[in-house]
């Protein structure tokens, strides 16, 4: 049964960090304040693969079994729709077979944890594809915020690592009726920087190298949050906000009526049985 194992003193308080958003994988065990071991598996294709005996590996450097790991980490998007849903799932099956707890990550609040303190407005953002962004503002703790910090995200406050709570809900929109409506003083960052950079004008953005989720910013995020529950674990899905592009693609060939409805639906509660032939 899955349930928060209380841990006793003189075991394991490292921790399983996946984050299978980005082109390459990033797994990882963290202990303290720190990333004590790391993979990064470069080929998607093979991820469901090659995620198991990977994390079988860092736990045996370690010396430790599954059932010793204080919980589970994972990133849950938006990102690749195949990396979000293999490591996922490898993390709900991990976390209900050692019996340990999960935390799920938002990529983009690991993200927004990179950004210097000086970016007080921070747009974090993602190529939607067809013109489509995804995005979600974040604003410093340093400079008030959006909401009231907790002592668990001052507690973050330390290095190179400063705070941001979200200032909206993830969203998916098109990218030329949002990006340009972003104050003359706000910092973009994420894997959309590139992809949207016209639209960004003479914004500031984040270094390119800290604008993909790390091992450290998923741990500290998810420092920050609560396991979720035995409900949530099962129903826990990545953020996608809409299907994968190959849904979207068969969706859009889907033949239809006139009246929009899908051509082959059964229209005789509508119109009755056929008349028998004569």
């Given amino acids: ?21 980005g082109r390459s994988c990033q797994l990882g065990l963290a202990r303290g304040d720190t990333v004590v071991a790391n993979r990064r598996l470069e080929e998607p294709r093979r991820l469901a693969r090659d995620l198991a005996s990977a994390v079988r590996s860092m736990l045996d450097e370690q010396k430790l079994q599954p059932r010793e790991l204080a919980g589970v980490m994972v990133g849950i998007g938006p990102g690749s729709y195949t990396g979000l849903r293999v490591g996922i799932a490898s993390a709900k099956a991990f976390a209900y077979a050692a019996g340990c707890p999960l935390i799920a990550v938002p ?6 944890l990179r950004a210097p303190v000086e ?44 705070p941001h709570s979200p200032c909206s809900e993830l969203q998916l929109t098109r990218a030329a009726d949002v990006l340009p409506t972003a104050s003359p003083d706000a910092w973009f960052t994420g894997p959309g920087v590139v992809a949207f950079v016209e639209l960004i004008g003479s914004r500031a953005t984040v270094a390119e190298l800290d604008r993909e989720p790390s091992l450290l910013s998923v741990y500290r995020a998810g420092l920050a949050r609560s396991p979720v529950t035995r409900d949530e674990l099962f129903a826990l899905e990545p953020l996608y906000l809409r299907g994968s592009s190959a849904e979207e693609k068969a969706r859009q060939l889907e033949p239809r009526t006139h009246a929009g409805e899908p051509i082959g639906q059964d229209r005789e509660a509508e119109v009755g049985p056929a008349e028998p032939a004569q």
């Fill in 1 to 21: 049964m899955y349930a928060l194992i209380k841990r006793v003193a003189g075991m394991a308080d490292c921790w399983l960090l996946l984050e299978t958003s």
């Fill in 107 to 112: 990529t983009f609040t690991a993200i927004a």
């Fill in 119 to 162: 970016a007080s407005e921070l747009w974090v953002i993602a190529d939607g594809l067809q013109g489509m962004v995804y995005w979600q503002r974040f604003a410093s703790l340093a400079s008030g915020g959006c909401n009231p910090p907790d002592s668990r995200e001052m507690q973050l406050n330390q290095g190179a690592y400063t």
